[in-house]
Every structure is written in structure tokens, then in C-alpha cells.
């Protein structure tokens, strides 16, 4: 496993950007496919964005298509979720994912497929 820090939460106006940060330690991040999750208030974690190892291949919740941008930089160990056009809706905690390094070009969107979990960062949208 693979720890991870998030960073990069904070407060957003409806329509603005935000860009949070996924720092992991270890040299297998960047063999791991990884995610991004969110939870709102009194609302079950949910699926936001996931890339393969090599960052060839993404996928999105619909929630976000077209607004996020997954991306990761395997030099520096980092994911990045790039957040526009937020809405107040988005206002959750997000979470990075990683999953056992595998050099895996598979796409991975369930809770389950993920072995290490940053521990949050707060994003607020205010309308």
C-alpha cells in the first residue's frame, strides 16, 4: 500500500476552480491506477474520476464530465483533480485512491478496487 495526502480543498464560488493535490509516499504509485471520490454531507461516497497507471486512460461520473480533469505526473508521485465550472453541489470531501500497482491500462470506479485512501480534503461551493 501507498500512503496519500490530498491537498488543495477550500472554498469556491459557484463557477469558479479548485484543483486538489494527491501526494503519495512509496515508489508504486506510480505503477497504480488511481481515482478520486467524494462524499457529501449525509450522502454515501461516491465515484468521481479514475486514470490508469500510464494516465492514457480516464473516466468520469457524469456529475463531472466535462468540468473535471483527472491527470497525474508518475515523476512526482502526484495526482491532480482539476475542478471547474463548480457548483454548489460539488461541496463534499474528496478523497484519492490507489489501487495495488498492477501497470494496469483497466478503469476502476468502485470503493472496492482501491487498496490505499488519502484522508480527505474539504472542497465548499458557495452559490
Known amino acids: 500500500q501507498v500512503q496519500l495526502i490530498e491537498s488543495g480543498g477550500g472554498l469556491a464560488q459557484a463557477g469558479g476552480s479548485l484543483r486538489l493535490s494527491c501526494t503519495a509516499s512509496?515508489?508504486?504509485?506510480?505503477?497504480?491506477?488511481m481515482g478520486w471520490f467524494r462524499q457529501a454531507p449525509g450522502k454515501e461516497r461516491e465515484f468521481v474520476a479514475t486514470?490508469?497507471?500510464?494516465?492514457?486512460?480516464?473516466y468520469y461520473a457524469d456529475s463531472v464530465k466535462g468540468r473535471f480533469t483527472i491527470a497525474r505526473d508518475n515523476a512526482r508521485s502526484t495526482g491532480y483533480l482539476q475542478m471547474d465550472s463548480l457548483k454548489p453541489e460539488d461541496t463534499a470531501v474528496y478523497y484519492c485512491?490507489?489501487?495495488?500497482?498492477?501497470?494496469?491500462?483497466?478503469?476502476?470506479?468502485?470503493?472496492?478496487?482501491?487498496?490505499?485512501w488519502g484522508q480527505g480534503t474539504q472542497v465548499i461551493v458557495s452559490s
Open positions: 486514470i490508469s497507471w500510464s494516465g492514457s486512460r480516464t
Open positions: 512509496g515508489r508504486t504509485f506510480s505503477r497504480s491506477p
Open positions: 485512491a490507489a489501487r495495488a500497482s498492477s501497470f494496469s491500462e483497466v478503469l476502476y470506479n468502485r470503493e472496492s478496487d482501491f487498496s490505499s
